[in-house]
């Protein structure tokens, strides 16, 4: 009885860290996409680029960090004296017994100063 209560503990836990090796990794490259988001909206929303320009800087931005997006996916606002940035993108997750889609939203508005 002892070694089954020993063994179960241990798949519970190798499941654990199985699940967070695979489930962890999208949620950084979320984090740090939104900082990248943060800052072409920042460095755009003082330059006179059209709409285009600003997304094929986002979709190249993604896809440098392994985020592959179509350009309706991404959203460009201009509210007065600003610049705003939506994105909306989905990953797949390959578990062993349960594949999972994580789906991601990245939002970022900058006003400019005058």
């Avoid at 285009?52 to 991404?74: C, H, N």
Wanted: aromatic share 8%.
């Amino acid at each position: 009885m002892g070694k089954l209560k020993a063994l179960i503990i241990l798949v519970i836990v190798f499941g654990g860290i199985y699940v967070a090796w695979e489930m962890v990794p999208p949620y950084i490259n979320h984090y740090q996409f939104q900082d990248e988001l943060d800052d072409i909206a920042r460095r755009n929303s003082y330059m006179n680029r059209s709409d285009d320009d600003v997304r094929q800087t986002v979709i190249k931005k993604a896809s440098d960090m392994g985020i592959p997006l179509k350009e309706e996916q991404v959203t460009i606002t201009r509210p007065s004296e600003g610049l705003g940035i939506s994105v909306r993108y989905r990953v797949h997750v390959d578990m062993l017994l349960h594949p999972v889609d994580l789906d991601f939203i990245a939002n970022s508005i900058n006003r400019r100063n005058i």
